[in-house]
């Protein structure tokens, strides 16, 4: 079965600003379950040596919501912020030499891949260069207005509403770097903002919004590349296990051919030695 890494994002007490728990929508990993998908969930204050080690038995990454609202002052928040720009750093170096290796970012897990993208840090001016202030919350319904016609056709023609529950979201006229603009929605204003993306060089997608609750049809092209990314995977371990036997067996009959040479020289030694020494005689 494939396995994903989620990414799960610090609970921020909004008495003292203090966090010491994790905060994970469980709607996601029933649909997780139901796509027979198996999940490791990653704490922000893991080492950087065991990220890269627990990659290599990752088929994909996800960036999951968190709490609705601006925490990008709070020290934990920066303190995850900076594992995600690494792990992001990670997937596409995965992706350039090995094997595809997918990252699905929904509400502020894909808010944060933007400033990713465009390089920035979560100073003021950067947050306000990239975000606009919109009254989606509560479980708000937003309208999906697509850009991509071959998006639209195979997809969201018939997709109901998806749920919001974000007060900050991208303005379309933002530069989002090589993020292409699949859809964009309004908000209860009929502000307008950016939905769905999906990066141009590597299979990154984007959800301002919450399909895992009830349009897991629109998640279909990142769990193609979770499969495509545990087949290929699947297949490079195996070869390995495979050349290791192989180097193993190898070794062990160049071992006993060595020993069964060394005995042969050992003994024609002997005979050579004993026929010497009646020669001599």
């Known amino acids: 079965m494939p396995t994903l890494g989620i990414l799960a994002t610090p609970y921020i007490n909004l008495t003292n600003k203090n966090s010491q728990e994790l905060i994970l929508d469980k709607t996601l990993l029933r ?43 709070n020290k934990f928040y920066k303190a995850y912020f900076k594992i995600q720009k690494f792990l992001v750093l990670q997937a596409q170096h995965i992706n350039s030499v090995t094997r595809p290796f997918p990252i699905l970012g929904i509400c502020n897990g894909y808010e944060n891949m933007i400033l990713i993208e465009r390089n920035y840090n979560i100073t003021k001016n950067h947050i306000k260069n990239i975000f606009i ?94 499969k495509a990314s545990f087949n290929k995977r699947k297949k490079a371990s195996f070869n390995k296990r495979k050349k290791a036997s192989f180097n193993k067996r190898k070794k062990a009959s160049f071992n006993k051919h060595k020993r069964s040479a060394t005995a042969a020289i050992y003994k024609n030694s002997k005979i050579k030695t004993l026929k010497l020494r009646v020669l001599k005689y």
């Not at 379950?33 to 038995?57: D, G, P, R, W």
């Not at 303005?171 to 209860?188: E, R, V």
């Not at 009929?190 to 141009?200: E, L, R, T, Y």
């Open 31 to 73: 649909l997780l379950a139901k796509k027979n998908i198996n999940y490791i969930i990653i704490q922000y204050t893991i080492s950087k040596s065991k990220l890269n080690e627990l990659l290599n038995n990752l088929d994909g990454l996800i960036f999951p919501g968190g709490q609705a609202g601006n925490f990008y002052d």
């Open 133 to 226: 202030k919109v009254k989606c919350y509560k479980n708000y319904k937003a309208p999906l207005f697509s850009i991509s016609k071959k998006y639209r056709n195979k997809r969201l023609h018939k997709t109901k509403k998806i749920i919001h529950n974000n007060l900050l979201a991208v303005d379309p006229k933002t530069n989002i770097g090589d993020y292409k603009i699949m859809a964009t929605s309004l908000d209860k204003n009929n502000s307008g903002f950016i939905d769905i993306v999906k990066h141009n060089n590597y299979p990154f997608f984007g959800f301002q919004g919450h399909p895992e609750v009830n349009n897991g049809e629109l998640l279909e092209p990142f769990f193609k590349v979770v």
